[in-house]
């Protein structure tokens, strides 16, 4: 399996190309060994982990938000099997929102076993990628174990078992080595060398993370915009690139 992960990467630096002569080194994403949860695209899962609306009533008045209008879909940030692994033990999820009417999500967090871990809502205010950040006091993610997350809009009053959705898994896994190397190289600060440690040991969620934060503080470096653009293009979302990130700033997962 080592072999095939050397090879892999190898493949993918050997076409990596050049913009006006010099060599562009891109963050690779190479796939952990770990085999991902067996799971349907529909949101099925194993375990019996299904989407089940919460009933509570959102925070926030959602009257006026209309019958569903949006004319795209919602994605999730994720490889085509809608895993990965971090090492964070409050990763931040990305998914891309589509026009909406929505004013509002609902996202949430389950164990394997499906037991709620956490959930939340936060506002919705354009389209583009949203960016869930969980609260410092919600529960961490447990090293060495792996939960199913779901991002849902609440397109009239209430959530509904068919509220368009969205669903991805991710596992906790102990720092390897060499990113904790790189780590502490890097000072506590964001970097391109600590993304591509990232992808090359397979942490997709700190990859990511790393990469927008990045792009966000420096929107006009072009090597930024285009490590971003390379990583999802790897794994089929190069389509939403592009998309802005939008501005949901002091509104985290309430």
């Not at 205010?125 to 991002?151: C, D, I, M």
Request: charged share 20%; proline share 7%; hydrophobic share 35%.
């Amino acid at each position: 399996m080592n072999f095939l992960r050397i090879l892999f990467l190898t493949l993918i630096l050997g076409v990596v190309g050049s913009q006006g002569g010099a060599t562009v080194l891109a963050v690779t994403f190479v796939p952990p060994n770990q085999e991902p949860p067996q799971q349907t695209r529909g949101g099925a899962s194993r375990g019996g982990v299904t989407f089940i609306p919460p009933n509570d009533d959102p925070p926030i008045n959602t009257s006026g938000a209309g019958s569903r209008d949006y004319h795209s879909t919602l994605i999730a940030l994720l490889p085509s099997e809608h895993y990965g692994q971090t090492t964070r033990s409050h990763p931040r999820f990305f998914v891309y929102t589509p026009s909406t009417s929505a004013r509002l999500a609902f996202f949430s967090i389950l164990s394997e076993t499906g037991q709620y871990h956490y959930q939340g809502y936060l506002p919705i205010n354009n389209q583009g990628v949203v960016q869930v950040r969980l609260p410092k006091s919600a529960p961490e993610l447990a090293e060495g174990q792996t939960y199913q997350w779901h991002f849902a809009l609440i397109t009239e009053d209430r959530l509904r078992p068919d509220s368009p959705r969205v669903s991805g898994w991710v596992t906790r896994v102990a720092i390897p080595g060499e990113i904790q190397e790189v780590e502490e190289q890097s000072k506590g600060r964001r970097s391109l060398d600590l993304a591509r440690a990232y992808g090359r040991e397979g942490l997709w969620y700190d990859a990511l993370e790393t990469l927008a934060d990045l792009r966000q503080e420096r929107p006009a470096v072009t090597e930024l915009n285009q490590s971003w653009t390379s990583l999802l293009e790897q794994v089929g979302l190069g389509a939403i690139a592009e998309e802005p990130f939008l501005d949901v700033s002091g509104s985290q997962v309430r």
